[in-house]
């Protein structure tokens, strides 16, 4: 019962009963596997809903952290070698003071060839246990 209450959100329907104008029940979405940010250009990107792809990575760095911008050239080989092979990568930008225009030239001076996300309120932080940077989720 409980099963089927949460798939019909907590509504109790009877039998043969659809949405009262004679329609079936609309099926119950999907929820949203973690936050949904906003790319760089704009896009919205789920990167904790893998979907089609093999795998996501996520990248946690600062803009101005010497070890993370050391990291980049590796990054960027990875994604050549693994974007073939079905896994996406995603730079995350976990300070809140981090501004659009900041990361957006970050990723114009390292040359990120993959989505770069903003996550000021730690959505992304919170749900794969980030502690610090660089870090990398899979």
Do not use: M, W
């Amino acid at each position: 019962l409980e099963a089927a209450e949460a798939i019909l959100g907590g509504q109790r329907r009877g039998r043969g009963e659809g949405g009262g104008d004679g329609r079936a029940p609309e099926a119950p979405q999907p929820k949203r596997k973690g936050p949904l940010l906003e790319d760089l250009e704009g896009r919205e990107q789920a990167p904790l809903e893998v979907g089609e792809a093999k795998a996501h990575v996520l990248v946690f760095a600062l803009p101005d952290c010497p070890i993370a911008n050391a990291y980049v050239p590796e990054l960027q080989a990875l994604q050549r070698d693994y974007a073939e092979r079905g896994v996406r990568f995603f730079l995350v930008h976990a300070d809140p003071d981090t501004t659009k225009e900041r990361a957006a030239e970050h990723a114009r001076s390292f040359r990120i060839p993959f989505p770069v996300l903003r996550d000021p309120r730690h959505e992304l932080v919170r749900a794969v246990g980030a502690t610090i940077t660089p870090e990398a989720a899979v």
